[in-house]
């Protein structure tokens, strides 16, 4: 009797925060995974399981490189693209650049050596500002000012939406998109809102404390390991040309996240505001009943969350 072969993965930007946990959980399963990622803004000295992955360095726009990875692949994961809000402002022609030449070399890829399993990341910035609190998959998706950069960002998600669920109802078995909403952890970096604060914080000389806006600005975040444990019940129990957020409907006010942190540090602030940058949204919180529909509870509130990255 032949032996089962074991699933082939590939990650496109393995190496950044997500693509790390995503690499491990799959590593626990007893997958193997091949990383294709340039670590622009990730690292393979990182992941805890290295000695156990294939590793390729290349950017997924070059094309050449990033069809020689997909031989004996089964399933890709595509994450790689340019995050963080200050590069939406300040290279909003390579963040477009990454999202439309990564998503096209990876489809054509997935076509080409017949790999029927396909996993896009989105982003809540699809949704821009919502129509609905919380906000369902089937929300309108919008770009409000093409003059804007920031959008370059949602655009690029919004097309990888469009072209996944067009090309994957005839050259797929299984395209699924997520959304993440504010996903926090352990070695994240600081390109994003916890743990930014936590690294203000931890320099933090005086007591004023700068947010951006007014402080009631909204949002809902969710641990990394919740977030893996969503992605693991997608890729078991996800179907075909759905999309899912992954995320929490714990709310709070960047006010509130503030002083909350300061309360658990034990240190005193006094909140001094500052402009929202143009096209900064004021709430966004995920409706997340679908996901939940495939067994996901998330187990981690914002408090636990960001004590698991204060004792580490």
């Known amino acids: 009797m032949f032996k089962k072969k074991t699933k082939s993965y590939l990650i496109t930007g393995g190496t950044g925060f997500i693509g790390r946990n995503i690499t491990e959980s799959l590593i626990r399963q007893g997958f193997r995974v091949t990383i294709f990622d340039n670590n622009f803004r990730g690292s393979i ?27 004996n692949i089964d399933a890709v994961i595509h994450l790689a693209y340019v995050n963080g809000t200050k590069y939406f402002y300040s290279k909003p022609n390579l963040v477009l650049d990454v999202a439309v030449k990564g998503l096209l070399n990876v489809l054509d890829g997935c076509v080409k050596y017949k790999i029927k399993e396909l996993y896009l990341a ?16 089937n929300e309108m998706l919008k770009v409000p000012d093409v003059y804007n950069p920031r959008y370059s960002y949602g655009v690029g998600k919004i097309l990888t939406e469009v072209m996944g669920i067009n090309l994957g109802r005839k050259l797929f078995k299984k395209l699924i998109i997520f959304r993440p909403h504010n996903v926090y952890g352990l070695n994240m970096g600081t390109e994003h809102v916890i743990p930014e604060f936590l690294a ?30 969503a992605f693991e019940l997608i890729i078991k129990k996800g179907k075909h040309l759905n999309i899912y957020n992954i995320g929490t409907t714990e709310k ?19 909140l001094k505001k500052s402009p929202l940058k143009k096209g900064g949204t004021t709430i966004r919180v995920p409706d997340i009943k679908k996901i939940k529909k495939l067994g996901f509870k998330p187990r981690y509130s914002l408090k636990a969350g960001i004590r698991k ?4």
Do not use: H, W
């Not at 990182?46 to 031989?71: A, H, M, P, T, W």
């Not at 806006?213 to 990394?224: D, H, L, Q, Y």
């Not at 002083?259 to 006094?270: A, D, P, V």
């Not at 990255?309 to 580490?312: D, F, K, P, S």
């Open 309 to 312: 990255i204060l004792e580490n």
């Open 200 to 229: 203000r914080f931890k320099n933090l000389k005086g007591k004023k404390f700068k947010i951006q806006g007014t402080g009631n600005e909204i949002r809902s975040f969710i641990f990394i390991d919740d977030f893996v444990k």
């Open 252 to 270: 709070i006010t960047m006010k509130k996240l503030a002083l909350t942190i300061s309360k658990i540090l034990n240190k005193k602030i006094i």
């Open 45 to 71: 000295k990182k992941l805890r399981s290295k000695k156990k992955i294939n590793f390729i360095k290349g950017d997924v726009r070059n094309r050449k490189k990033f069809f020689k990875c997909l031989n």
């Open 122 to 137: 989105s982003s809540s910035e699809v949704y821009q500002t919502p129509l609905k609190i919380p906000t369902t998959e």
